[in-house]
């Protein structure tokens, strides 16, 4: 183990993969030192190991303490053996005598590997953590590398970093193959001990905020604020929109000239249709709009957080939706419990209060 390759190859090492050889060195000889007292337990000498790189050489000394009177020769010498050593030695002194252990090498090659390759592993999760540090809620181009029973492993970036796509955060209905290409919204970076894990969604709310980032200049400039977003992946999606400047049509902005925007989107998202509101201040004309596509006739409050809104008849099912989905988003996307009535059952239901209301006649005002 100890040869001109050897320290050549933590050169080499260093030069490839950022690791500073004194940082390794230093672990290295901990190590060896750990191995040591592992493969010779029965011993009770303090050892010290120094590693020299200049010279190509690891060696091996025992420590012991220069006394007047040794009691315990494992961890003691004598004031006149250590002199012998070296003349400037006085009691107190710890004395470094210098031997070459038995059938170590193999376990120190071991230990030396096993360092190697800790390190490597060390350095490899921290070049992600600091490369993807600021990539969070952020949008990334990747390549699909492999797709197993449950999660999609993905390349990003120009280091060919991991991402992992777990089955939360697999758009329902896509399917993805070795070498497809995607843009994924990178949802967190994890530093998991065993190494840094980049997780990517292809179902989160912010990908589509992204999305209409990268398609719309008025967004990324902040002429045009996305106020909130509802998704269900793979169906539907509902973005409230504001501009920051009267002058500017905000959707208009965001479809695009004759939909080229916001198809662009819906064309990564494979289909999933968009729903772009325009916001608000006024919660009730808020959920007026989004209910879109459903063309509403009044909202009315019921309490703090609840309304009811009115549609035509024959839009009922439109503003509800497939399974309550339109529904649904709107109520995500104002943050409101919005009941969704028909006109013709809002009306009954308008006539019954009124009856209600009616004062009761007294049985002898007729008499």
Known sequence: MVSKEFFDALADL?????????????????????????QYEGGASEVDIRINPEKNSIKYYTVKTAVEEVIDPEKEIS?????????????????YEEFVPKDFGRIAAQTAKQ????????????????????????????????VDARNVYVELGKGQIEGVMLPQDQAPGEKYEVNDRLKVYVKNIKNSGKGAQVLVSRTAAGLVKRLFEEEVPE?????????????????RTKMAIASEDPQVDAVGACVGNKGARVNAVVAELGGEKVDIIQWSENPLEFIAKALSPAKVISVTQIDEKSAVAVVPDDKLSLAIGRDGQNARLAARLTGWKIDVKSESAAAKMEEL??????????PGAEE
């Open 219 to 235: 967004i990324k400039s902040g002429i045009v604020v996305v106020k909130a977003i509802s998704r269900e992946a793979g169906q």
């Open 353 to 362: 209060r009124d009856i209600e209301d009616e004062p009761e006649q007294d």
């Open 14 to 38: 260093e030069a490839e993969k950022g690791i500073s050889q004194e940082i390794f060195l230093e672990a290295l000889r901990n190590a060896l030192i750990s191995a040591y007292k592992k």
């Open 79 to 95: 004031v006149a053996d250590a002199q012998l050593l070296k003349k400037s030695y006085k009691a107190g002194d710890l004395v």
């Open 115 to 146: 360092v190697i390759l800790q390190k490597l592993h060390e350095t490899e999760r921290d070049n992600t953590l600091s490369e993807f540090s600021d990539k969070k809620d952020e949008l990334m181009s990747c390549v699909v590398r492999k």
